[in-house]
C-alpha cells in the first residue's frame, strides 16, 4: 500500500456504531437530545450565574469555567457524530481531524483543570471561612481561568504538531464519531514511540496529577469535617461538596472505563469501545447543570426567579 507522507495529506474516515449502521437514524434521536440537554443546561447555567448578582461568588464563577468547557467539549464533537448519523457524512480532512482533536482534548483537560481548581475552592471555603474571600479574590479567579486555558494549549501544541510528521499507509478509517488521539496515531506508519511518550505524559500531567490533588483536597476537607464539633453542622459543611464530588465522579469513570476497554476489552463487541467513547464525552457536560441545579439551593433559587420573571412578562 502506498504510504501517504506528510506532504500529502490523507482524508480520513469516521465511525459511527459499528455493527449498528442500519440504526443510525434512530440512535440520532437520543444523541440529539443528549447534545440539546447539555448545551441548554450548560448556558442557562452560564447565564444565571452572569445575571445573578448574589452567584458572583468564587464557587459559582468556577462553575461556569465547568459549564463553559461543557458547552466547548460539546460543540467539538456535535457536527461530525450527528453528520454520521443523518448523513453518513463518514470524511474529515486531516487538518480538519487535528483541529478537532486539539478542542476536544483541549476542553477536556481544561475540565480536569477545573474540577481541580472547585475542590481548592471547596477546601478554602471549609477550612479556611474567614480568609476565603480574600484567598479567592476576582483577580485570583481569572489567574486561575488564564492558567487552565495556558495549560492545556501547551500541553497539547506539541502533541498535535508531532501528527503533522507522521506518514500514513494503513487504513484511514477511525475507530471514533470523533478525532482522538491515540486513534489518529495508530494509523501511521511511522514510529510514534515519541507521539506515545507526549501523550502518556500529557495524561500525567492533567488527569493525572489533577486527580491526585483532588484526592488530596478531600483528605483534608474530610480533616477539617471532622474537628467541627456538631454532627449537623458536619452534614451540613460536606452537603456542600456533593455536588463537586458527583461531577468528579462522572468525569473520571467514563475516561477510566474507555481507557480499560481500549487496553483490555479486545474481545468486547466492536460498538462497545464507541459507546463509552461517546458516554466519556456527553455524560459529563449533560449532567454536570442537572447535578448543580438539584444540589445547589442558590442555583435553584435563582432558576426560579429566572422562571417566575419570564412568566409575568408573558
Keep these: 500500500m502506498?504510504?501517504?507522507?506528510?506532504?500529502?495529506?490523507?482524508?480520513?474516515?469516521?465511525?459511527?456504531?459499528?455493527?449498528l449502521e442500519w440504526a443510525h437514524t434512530w440512535i440520532s434521536i437520543p444523541f440529539c437530545?443528549?447534545?440539546?440537554?447539555?448545551?441548554?443546561?450548560?448556558?442557562?447555567?452560564?447565564?444565571?450565574?452572569l445575571t445573578e448578582p448574589s452567584l458572583h461568588e468564587p464557587m459559582y464563577y468556577?462553575?461556569?469555567?465547568?459549564?463553559?468547557?461543557?458547552?466547548?467539549?460539546?460543540i467539538s464533537t456535535l457536527v461530525t457524530v450527528l453528520g454520521i448519523f443523518w448523513v453518513n457524512a463518514r470524511e474529515i480532512s486531516f487538518n480538519a481531524c487535528l483541529s478537532q482533536m486539539f478542542f476536544i482534548h483541549l476542553f477536556t483537560f481544561m475540565e480536569s483543570s477545573v474540577l481541580l481548581a472547585m475542590a481548592f475552592d471547596r477546601f478554602v471555603?471549609?477550612?479556611?471561612?474567614?480568609r476565603y474571600a480574600t484567598i479567592l479574590t476576582h483577580t485570583r479567579i481569572a489567574q486561575i481561568g488564564l492558567a487552565v486555558i495556558t495549560r492545556g494549549t501547551v500541553i497539547l501544541t506539541p502533541l498535535v504538531l508531532l501528527l503533522k510528521h507522521l506518514s500514513f499507509c494503513h487504513s484511514h478509517v477511525l475507530h471514533h464519531s470523533y478525532c482522538f488521539h491515540p486513534d489518529v496515531m495508530k494509523l501511521s506508519c511511522s514510529d510514534t514511540k515519541i507521539n506515545s511518550v507526549f501523550g502518556l505524559t500529557a495524561i500525567i500531567s492533567t488527569a493525572g496529577?489533577?486527580?491526585?490533588?483532588?484526592?488530596?483536597?478531600?483528605?483534608?476537607?474530610?480533616?477539617?469535617?471532622?474537628?467541627?464539633?456538631?454532627?449537623?453542622e458536619r452534614k451540613k459543611v460536606f452537603s456542600?461538596?456533593?455536588?463537586h464530588i458527583t461531577a468528579v465522579a462522572i468525569f473520571y469513570i467514563p475516561l477510566i472505563s474507555l481507557s480499560f476497554v481500549h487496553r483490555f476489552g479486545k474481545h468486547a463487541p466492536s460498538y462497545v469501545p464507541t459507546l463509552i467513547a461517546n458516554v466519556y464525552l456527553l455524560i459529563p457536560p449533560v449532567m454536570n447543570p442537572i447535578i448543580y441545579s438539584i444540589k445547589t439551593?442558590?442555583?435553584?433559587?435563582?432558576?426560579?426567579?429566572?422562571?417566575?420573571?419570564?412568566?409575568?412578562?408573558l
Excluded: W
Excluded at 468556577?62 to 460539546?74: E, H
Design 2 to 19: 502506498p504510504i501517504l507522507h506528510n506532504s500529502t495529506l490523507p482524508t480520513f474516515l469516521l465511525t459511527g456504531i459499528p455493527g
Design 33 to 49: 437530545c443528549l447534545y440539546l440537554t447539555a448545551l441548554s443546561g450548560n448556558t442557562l447555567i452560564l447565564f444565571i450565574v
Design 62 to 74: 468556577f462553575l461556569s469555567m465547568l459549564s463553559t468547557t461543557d458547552i466547548g467539549l460539546c
Design 125 to 130: 471555603a471549609i477550612s479556611n471561612p474567614l
Design 209 to 232: 496529577v489533577d486527580s491526585v490533588f483532588i484526592l488530596l483536597s478531600y483528605v483534608l476537607i474530610i480533616r477539617s469535617v471532622l474537628n467541627i464539633a456538631s454532627p449537623e
Design 240 to 243: 456542600t461538596c456533593i455536588s
Design 297 to 313: 439551593k442558590p442555583i435553584q433559587k435563582a432558576m426560579f426567579k429566572l422562571l417566575c420573571f419570564k412568566g409575568t412578562h
